[in-house]
């Protein structure tokens, strides 16, 4: 099994771009997750998916979009890039969600370099 | 609203020293809690959750709900803990996870 996988690793767009993140996880989980970690911050979470068919904004929505175009696939959109959202993005996904406390299993993460 | 506070942001130990990378949140009702490691090259992955009460890797994290904390703990470090550690805060269900700034953990030999 390959886990959570990310397209693509590394992505240098000018101000103004638009791009989409890609992610899939082929273990069946219920709940996917988007983060951005940027040094000093830790991890903040983007927009989460409980479960197939729902979204739901987190810390830091502004700016992305995401779509859950079925229960493997998870994707997060920059419409207009700004350097502020030069980042590393991770894709994480969880069994159940809805009871918390569930492990994530996280995606080996996308490297962005907004001009 | 809940937040996680890793007060070091680097912490350098020798081989066979205790280690102790230490954690605080707050929130006022009954949290889980959790460590992630990422060490170079790989993905983030658990360490330990607290709702297990478990050791791993040699590492045991007690949640003191008085000071509100759950400091990790590994009585001998080796050089193969190094790396950089989040503590996580899961204060809802959907499992939304706050994480704190991180601790990165070096061992010298």
């Known amino acids: 099994n390959a886990g959570v996988t990310q397209t693509p690793k590394f992505q240098v767009l000018k101000t103004g771009q638009s791009m989409t993140l890609q992610c899939a996880q082929d273990?069946?989980?219920?709940?996917m997750y988007w983060y951005r970690q940027d040094p000093g911050m830790g991890l903040r979470l983007i927009y989460y998916?409980?479960?197939?068919?729902?979204?739901d904004k987190g810390e830091v929505p502004n700016g992305y979009n995401v779509s859950r175009l079925n229960k493997r696939e998870f994707s997060l959109r920059l419409e207009s890039a700004a350097p502020s959202q030069t980042s590393v993005y991770f894709c994480?996904?969880?069994?159940?969600?809805?009871?918390?406390?569930?492990?994530?299993?996280f995606g080996p993460g996308t490297r962005l370099t907004v001009l | 609203a809940q937040r996680v506070t890793q007060p070091e942001k680097l912490l350098s130990v020798f081989k066979g020293a205790p280690v102790e990378l230490k954690c605080n949140y707050s929130?006022?009702?009954?949290?889980?809690l959790f460590w992630y490691v990422q060490y170079s090259r790989q993905r983030l992955q658990l360490l330990l959750r607290?709702?297990s009460r478990e050791s791993i890797k040699g590492f045991t994290a007690d949640l003191n709900k008085g000071e509100t904390s759950f400091h990790l703990k590994k009585p001998f470090a080796q050089e193969e803990d190094s790396a950089m550690y989040y503590c996580?805060?899961?204060?809802?269900?959907?499992?939304?996870?706050?994480f704190g700034q991180g601790t990165i953990l070096t061992v010298h030999p």
């Open positions: 994480a996904s969880s069994e159940l969600g809805l009871a918390g406390g569930d492990e994530q299993f």
């Open positions: 273990m069946n989980h219920n709940s």
């Open positions: 998916s409980a479960s197939e068919g729902t979204t």
């Open positions: 929130y006022s009702g009954s949290p889980e």
């Open positions: 607290h709702i």
């Open positions: 996580a805060l899961d204060t809802t269900s959907y499992g939304k996870l706050t």
